[in-house]
């Protein structure tokens, strides 16, 4: 029920002046009703998430919008599954859990005019200094790659339906990483930024992942990982088979 309930993104949205959808009309009366309870307990846990983000600002920083990512519309990888486990710390997190039947699905970037601060919500109502910081003059280049992707039709398997997503990868100077895939309202927030948050202005914008050194290279880069899983491991694998044939046949 989660997934159909999940009302993070909209409450997100909200705060970046977004104007709010009409509840899913596919959903049970049971279903809204859970879906409305759910919604006036995130206002309430992001209004107290925004106060604390407040305590994290410089004088002179001030937040530009807010960058909401979920396991319905993003990546599970780093949060769904063992990944995805959690203990809470507080009665507030416990609350949280109660309320959203949520654990480290919900995640969320803030862009200020100075930098991004990416936390998962549970971790950070738990312990207020559980984020992540990546300063804009430390980042020289962003991998924004858009994505397509198409699923077969309603009313026809041979018809496709056709959706857009972003792959983001970047590494700031001190070497912090940072993967995900965005949805594209996500990407399109992040490509607005990039354009006109004027600290930003100097990253450079690329199709592919970009690391100082070969060392981070090879070993903090998914899109070459999944090249070595994807097309290394069959081609070992068909070496493997290819050898034992032939061993079967000489008697080796």
């Keep these: 029920m989660a ?12 705060f970046n002046g977004l104007p709010n959808k009409p509840i899913n009309s596919h959903l049970s009366t049971e279903m809204q009703k859970r879906k409305q309870q759910r919604t006036v307990a995130m206002y309430l846990t992001m209004r107290h998430i925004l106060d604390e983000v407040q305590q994290l600002l410089q004088p002179d920083e001030k937040i530009i919008n807010l960058l909401p990512m979920t396991n319905e519309e993003n990546s599970q990888m780093a949060t769904g599954g063992i990944m995805g486990m959690y203990a809470p710390q507080t009665e507030e997190t416990k609350q949280y859990i109660h309320d959203q039947t949520s654990l480290r699905g ?5 862009f200020t005019n100075q930098r991004i601060i990416f936390f998962i919500v549970i971790e950070f109502l738990d312990n207020p200094k559980q984020y992540f910081s990546y300063n804009y003059d430390q980042l020289q280049a962003v991998k924004l790659a858009e994505r397509k992707i198409s699923v077969p039709g309603n009313e026809h398997f041979w018809q496709r339906e056709y959706f857009t997503y972003y792959s983001l990868d970047f590494e700031t100077d001190d070497k912090h990483v ?47 990982a999944s090249k070595i899983l994807f097309v290394g491991l069959p ?7 290819l050898m034992s044939l032939l061993g079967a046949l000489f008697n080796w």
């Design 235 to 241: 081609v070992f694998i068909g070496i493997m088979f």
């Design 106 to 110: 919900n995640r969320l970037m803030v």
């Design 178 to 224: 940072f993967t995900e895939f965005l949805t594209n309202e996500n990407g399109l927030l992040f490509k607005r930024n990039l354009l006109t948050i004027p600290a930003m202005a100097h990253v450079q914008i690329t199709d592919r992942v970009v690391r100082p050194n070969k060392f981070d290279y090879i070993f903090s880069n998914t899109d070459l």
């Design 3 to 14: 997934i159909f309930t999940n009302p993070f993104i909209e409450v997100v949205n909200s």
